[in-house]
């Protein structure tokens, strides 16, 4: 049998999880293949985009050194609250983010992703695009043995294949590593556009000193018109990456179409001017994985490994995914490695990667907020309800009346017994309390 | 059997615009993509390999960017890839452009007979078709363009019958080989390629001519030193503007060509004979 196999490793998906396998198997010797479906690597991805550098910096130590095409080091953050005519800003800015390496970018993964895949492909990796992986091979054991390809002669063999083929798991379903496909409850549904400014109009509009100052902003309220989910604002070098992301099955149950909602948040009064005068580039749309920690597909079985979006590596809470993706594709590598050496593909060996993954932060996170997608469901009107409020609140405590301020805060106390009932707050704040502790 | 195959890597134009102010194209940001005529060409080159044995080359002169459509060749099934690149090259016209590509086909011949040359009908980003049949000129070898099919090769006898599309149909010719043919995308539709080449072209590493080595070019020839050509001016022309319709459905049909014949005339496209049916 070992005669027949073309190579150590075969990687399914060159997105961040995939190709951070590949270069950690092609570095440690494997004879590694990297096969993506699009033109190239990155050309069917879309995200919104905050990368942030430590696992980069784990998978490619010398990374600053390959000039990785970052937009803008994020130097301000933070989150925005809109009710329908106003907005409640709460921003960190800080010294300590404009120390290099700075710890989070923005990046466009058009040119991110291609970028390092020719990382992985430098270090000895052949990466074969426009090629679509259709199905895993099996030995009559059971034992994953290869892929076939949309290709003629499309057939390859390696003793370990990593899937890494991204939010829409159809190989990880097929070979049974998860019971079903992903339910519109656990999918939420991104659409975001690029819009093109000159980098001086972004540097003045978001007070930026210059093209080493960037803001990421994550928004809520009725930028999701209150339902459960998030919209983003982005700073890249010479534009922004604008968009919003809610439960695929909000959009079914209130029969809303992604681009309107999309529309809708761009024309806030007080997202509109940051806008303004932009040319939409780009539009485009991404599932992203809230399966969470409970519903994880099995991350290996005899001779496969699954990473990223494939196994939902997600944390939905902290806009994280990518780092996550990384991480995990460099111990699908270091186990495969590791495998290699032992000459055993078996589930037994093959169980380490899970196990390993288990002590860092990707697990652990997931675990933690494991009940963050049950949160959200069982309180559906989280965003909607608490930002109004804010910004109700807002509006009376910075105006002046002639009102006692004694009465003012009455008011306040109102608006908030007006829309939530004290059972209804202590309730909401428990399960919030509860879902973040995990 | 040996063919050799000119590419040339262009803007994928169903993206491209023009700069108003220069009226030169904004080439920044625009993908490039292997002129489509070209990628036929390769194909049909491919084809003669499997059906008769031998290699294909492909050539290109262009930026290093342009490796990356070398390579989509290699994976197609060409078994060598040449770019011809050097700064000095830069913003060659069609005359300087034919100079270095013959000048490297007479290279590859030194080594052993070129049977076939083949190269698009033209290119989409400058649409002249001036640069296949300038190498045949220079190389003195039969010029068949706009080619669609080939409907006999022998490499033995040294003759072809090659099918070419002209203005009143279709023209069959048989040519001695070598010869150069310039293709529509008739010639052969692109397959899909097999695994195994693009595992191949994964690793495959063009090789890359310069001005100097391995074959020195007439540097007084190449480049814009080499390229008389002016270009004064470029610019947009205006686009063309819909046509009426007039609807048979709510006109009646007489009505209808009343109208349009109306048009016409007003338009001064053509004047109605007089009543009598005689000439105006």
Request: charged share 20%.
């Amino acid at each position: 049998m070992a005669s027949k196999y073309t190579f150590d490793a075969i990687v399914v998906g060159g997105g961040p999880s995939g190709t951070a396998a590949a270069l950690t198997m092609a570095r440690g010797g494997l004879k590694t293949v990297l096969i993506e479906r699009g033109r190239f690597a990155g050309a069917k991805n879309f995200f919104g985009g905050v990368m942030y550098t430590h696992a980069l910096a784990d998978v490619l130590p010398e990374y600053l050194e390959r000039k990785p095409p970052f937009e803008r080091p994020v130097t301000e953050q933070g989150y925005w609250m809109l009710s329908p005519d106003s907005v409640v800003r709460i921003m960190h800015k800080s010294e300590h983010y404009k120390q290099e390496p700075a710890e989070a970018h923005t990046v466009l993964r058009a040119q991110f992703d291609p970028w390092f895949a020719e990382q992985a492909a430098a270090a000895g990796a052949l990466l074969i695009t426009k090629t679509t992986v259709t199905h895993i091979l099996q030995d009559a054991k059971g034992r994953v043995i290869g892929v076939r390809t949309d290709r003629p002669d499309g057939e390859v063999y390696a003793p370990i294949v990593v899937i890494a083929e991204g939010v829409n798991n159809l190989l990880t379903q097929k070979l049974g590593l998860i019971k079903n496909d992903l339910p519109p409850r656990f999918v939420a549904l991104a659409v975001k556009e690029y819009i093109s400014l000159p980098p001086k109009e972004i540097q003045a509009r978001f007070g930026l000193s210059g093209a080493n100052e960037g803001a990421a902003i994550d928004v809520f309220g009725d930028a999701t018109m209150g339902l459960p989910g998030t919209a983003f604002l982005y700073t890249d070098r010479a534009g922004l990456s604008i968009g919003v992301g809610m439960l695929l099955e909000e959009f079914v149950s209130h029969k809303l179409r992604p681009y309107e909602v999309l529309a809708r948040f761009k024309n806030h009064p007080a997202i509109q001017p940051y806008l303004d005068g932009g040319k939409p580039l780009e539009y485009g749309a991404h599932l992203i994985p809230e399966t969470g920690y409970d519903r994880m597909p099995k991350l290996s079985a005899p001779g496969v490994m699954v990473v990223g979006d494939a196994a939902g590596m997600v944390d939905a809470m902290h806009r994280e995914g990518t780092n996550l993706a990384m991480t995990a594709g460099k111990m699908a590598g270091s186990t495969a490695i590791a495998a290699h050496q032992a000459n055993d593909f078996s589930a037994g060996f093959l169980r380490q990667y899970r196990k390993n993954l288990e002590a860092t932060f990707v697990l652990k996170d997931m675990k933690q907020y494991r009940r963050m997608t049950d949160f959200l469901d069982s309180t559906p009107h989280f965003m909607g309800t608490y930002a109004n409020f804010l910004n109700d609140a807002a509006l009376r405590y910075f105006t002046a009346h002639g009102m006692p301020k004694r009465d003012m805060e009455k008011q306040i106390v109102g608006l908030l017994q007006e829309r939530r009932s004290f059972f209804g707050m202590a309730s909401d704040m428990l399960k919030l309390l509860r879902a973040m502790r995990g | 059997m040996h063919s050799v195959v000119a590419i040339k890597q262009v803007p994928d134009t169903s993206n491209v615009r023009i700069n108003p102010e220069t009226g030169t194209l904004i080439r920044e940001g625009v993908p490039t993509i292997i002129n489509p005529y070209d990628i036929h060409a390769v194909e049909m080159a491919v084809r003669i390999k499997e059906q008769f044995g031998g290699t294909v080359t492909v050539i290109t002169m262009g930026p290093p960017k342009a490796m990356e459509a070398l390579i989509e060749c290699v994976e197609q099934g060409a078994d060598r890839g040449i770019l011809i690149s050097d700064r000095r090259f830069g913003a060659a016209d069609t005359l300087a452009t034919s100079y270095v590509l013959a000048h490297t086909v007479e290279a590859l011949q030194e080594a052993g007979p070129v049977d076939l040359l083949l190269f698009g009908k033209q290119a989409i980003d400058g649409d002249t078709g001036q640069v296949g049949p300038g190498v045949a000129a220079r190389l003195h070898v039969p010029l068949l363009s706009n080619a669609v099919a080939i409907e006999s090769f022998d490499p033995v006898a040294r003759k072809a019958v090659i099918h070419r599309k002209i203005e009143q149909g279709i023209e069959v010719i048989e040519t001695s080989l070598p010869a150069l043919l310039t293709v529509e995308k008739e010639i052969a539709a692109v397959k899909r390629a097999p695994l195994p080449n693009l595992i191949n072209a994964a690793s495959y590493k063009p090789e890359l001519w310069t001005a100097d080595a391995p074959v020195p070019f007439d540097i007084e020839q190449v480049g814009i030193k080499g390229s008389p050509t002016i270009v004064g001016k470029a610019f947009t022309p205006p686009a063309r503007e819909a046509g009426a319709i007039m609807s048979v459905a709510e006109k009646g049909l007489s009505e209808a060509v009343a109208d349009a014949l109306a048009m016409i005339v007003q338009a001064s496209v053509v004047t109605l004979p007089n009543q009598n049916g005689g000439r105006p």
